[in-house]
């Protein structure tokens, strides 16, 4: 058998044109040449001319059995049972799609693990990080470096208020541990106060202040982590109706959790601004406000964590901008810099920056700030501002997802529920649209998640890869997609919803 390597020999020789184009493939559809409202200001360097090697994938299904078999082979999954996954072998990707060895090419909603904010390998952003790393590959953080002086100037220019200083980690979770470290030093209190249905990362600490299943199995119920309830209309926990009563109600819930806790036990609130893998709930208007005044009240710090909602998703740079609201410590990671390279942080007001002014602030990372990183997030940051992405997620969120979503759940019975904003929408499939019973129940896997695998499947079949988690599918596709590749997502989420429907009652 060849190896994995000669095998890619091959594969490249393939696509420099000896290897028959497969006919009607969908990835025929790639063009060579990208949109041209991503790519039209000039950088310097110019990024690389895409060549027909690079951007047109060919089929070669041994390469991709090879390069599953030492998946399987080595390759320790997250957060599955290693035996009962089947990883899909990926060839390649190229703005909105990805595509396998077999030349079936898939619309990604997911942009990865929300992450692909610019979509798959900008040109800019590639050059940059290839001037980056011929330039400067690495560098300790204790030194100044120009790519993490710049990406630091650039996030806190756009973050709110006075969080000014940026304390780099290498991705969410990690930020969020940082955060809660800072809170708890900052105020010499120790208890930490985060809502159910939230996700907050997979280390220790971060998945103890996380609010679903994931962190059960973690849970040494010793992390100083106290659960609230924060709203959400459609499966109120307030018996509300409407959601002026979500928002006043899910307030007085909070505040008489932290009369109960004890004001001066609590160092800090978390929640996330738009909460993201647990059902992206849109806070109603006045609640982040009311969060803010709680802790203005008891000198608790107030953190939100934008690692998945932050970066243009909501359409805003952040999500606390559509709130008008400033917490004391914001966490990113994700769409800093589309996630071509593994880069978090802290943006810190200038307060708690004040509190480590002349006493060390203890704890570090030997990659904080790392310059590849670094240098993908400026370009990023750059491409986001000179490509319109910000606007162009609130504009077609507006203007094609929410409508186009609105049609799909008006003709179909298993669509209980549409919420959402920019690029970050979900729809929650239920079996009865009046009982609004789950599709599957909470946490269902095997037999019991049938119905949601099967609607995964139908949307695979359809071209397009799905965000499924529970009964909801949502829809966050790059936030500089096109009205034609959401047009696209929307016809092939028509074909799969048909499928969740045969489960209605
Ligand atoms: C809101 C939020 N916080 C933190 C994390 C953890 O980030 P990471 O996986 O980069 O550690 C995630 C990941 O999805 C997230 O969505």
Redesign the pocket.
């Known amino acids: 058998m060849l190896s994995l390597r000669q095998l890619a020999v091959n594969d490249a020789e393939c696509s420099r044109g000896t290897y028959p184009h497969p006919p009607a493939s969908p990835v025929d559809n790639l063009s060579l040449k990208p949109p041209d409202h991503r790519h039209d200001a000039d950088i310097s360097p110019p990024p690389p001319a895409p060549t027909l090697a690079r951007m047109t994938p060919q089929p070669n299904p041994e390469v991709g059995a090879a390069v599953k078999a030492a998946d399987r082979a080595h390759v320790f999954h997250s957060w599955s049972a290693q035996e009962l996954i089947d990883p899909l072998a990926v060839a390649g990707a190229q703005g909105s799609y990805f595509w396998d060895y077999d030349g079936r090419r898939y619309l990604d909603l997911t942009s990865g ?1 929300v992450f692909t904010n610019i979509g798959y390998q900008h040109p800019k952003v590639v050059a940059a990080i290839q001037e980056q790393a011929a330039r400067m590959t690495t560098f300790a953080p204790a030194f100044a470096v120009e790519a993490r002086s710049e990406a630091a100037r650039l996030i806190a220019e756009r973050t709110p208020g006075d969080l000014d200083k940026i304390f780099f980690t290498n ?3 990690d930020a ?1 541990e940082h955060a809660v470290r800072m809170a708890r030093l900052h105020t010499g209190r120790a208890k930490v106060l985060s809502a159910y249905r939230s ?4 280390t220790q600490q ?1 998945v103890n202040i996380t609010g679903d299943p994931r962190r059960w199995a973690s849970d040494s119920a010793a992390a100083g982590v106290v659960h609230f309830w924060a709203p959400f209309l459609y499966r109120s926990r307030f018996y509300s109706e409407t959601e002026e009563q979500e928002c006043a109600r899910a307030l007085e819930h909070l505040e008489t959790t932290i009369a109960f806790e004890g004001p001066s036990t609590v160092a800090a609130i978390i929640l ?1 601004t738009v909460p ?2 647990a059902g992206i709930m849109v806070p109603p208007p006045g609640y982040l406000a009311g969060v803010r005044e709680i802790c203005d009240k008891y000198g608790i710090v107030f953190v939100l ?1 934008e ?2 909602a932050g970066f243009g998703r909501t359409g805003e740079w952040f999500a606390a901008d559509l709130f008008d609201v400033t917490p004391d410590l914001m ?1 990113f ?2 769409g800093v810099n589309s996630g071509y390279v593994p880069l ?1 942080g802290v943006a810190i007001s200038g307060a708690i920056a004040q509190t480590f002014g002349k006493r060390p602030y203890p704890g570090g990372l030997t990659y904080s700030g790392h310059p590849l990183a670094c240098a993908a997030a400026v370009a990023t940051i750059e491409v986001m501002a000179e490509e319109g992405v910000v606007e162009n997620a609130a504009r077609l969120g507006t203007e094609v997802i929410e409508p186009g979503l609105r049609e799909l759940a008006a003709r179909h019975p298993s669509v209980g529920d549409v919420r959402g904003v920019g690029m970050f929408w979900a729809l929650e499939l239920v079996r009865n649209r009046e009982t609004r019973e789950p599709l599957v129940p909470y946490n269902a896997a095997g037999e019991a998640n049938a119905p949601m695998a099967a609607f995964g499947s139908a949307a695979k079949a359809a071209g397009i890869w799905p965000f499924i988690n529970m009964n909801r599918t949502h829809v966050v596709p790059p936030c500089n997609a096109t009205e034609a590749e959401l047009k696209e997502g929307l016809t092939a989420l028509d074909a799969a919803l048909a499928v969740a429907d045969e489960f209605t009652q």
């Not at 996700?199 to 997979?202: K, L, T």
């Open positions: 693990l991705g969410g979770a969020v996700y907050h990362g997979g971060a996330e993201g893998t964590d690692v998945m966490t990671a994700k978090g």
